[in-house]
């Protein structure tokens, strides 16, 4: 069974930067995208950014121009850089395989953004 491991998460001032890992632990051959989604407390679950098998990308409008989200196909990796950390910003953060034969998720890791 493949599972999801992620890393990266941690407290950060305003300005800061942060990145997440999201490495399976097996191979997985075929997938749709891979992604970043996050819930802050008391808000619904939110997708960050995703990036298509064909490398195409999508940003949340708030995070645009600040995260980047990249692959190593050959690692079955993820990866999401943070620049210019706001408090909002603050939540658990999920990486997701969306694949043919269904979906996997990461255990989430918490970012927490404060003076």
């Known amino acids: 069974q493949v599972q999801l491991v992620e890393s990266g998460g941690g407290f950060v001032q305003p300005g800061g930067s942060l990145r997440l890992t999201c490495a399976a632990t097996?191979?997985?051959?075929?997938?749709?995208?891979m992604g970043w989604l996050r819930q802050a407390p008391g808000k619904e679950r939110e997708l960050v950014a995703r990036i298509y098998s064909s490398a195409s990308t999508n940003y949340a409008d708030s995070v645009k121009g600040r995260f980047t989200i990249s692959r190593d196909n050959a690692k079955n990796t993820v990866y999401l850089q943070m620049n210019s950390l706001k408090p909002e910003d603050t939540a658990v953060y999920y990486c997701v395989f969306v694949r043919p034969i269904g979906t996997l998720w990461g255990q989430g890791t918490q970012v927490t953004v404060s003076s």
């Open positions: 097996g191979s997985v051959f075929s997938y749709i995208y």
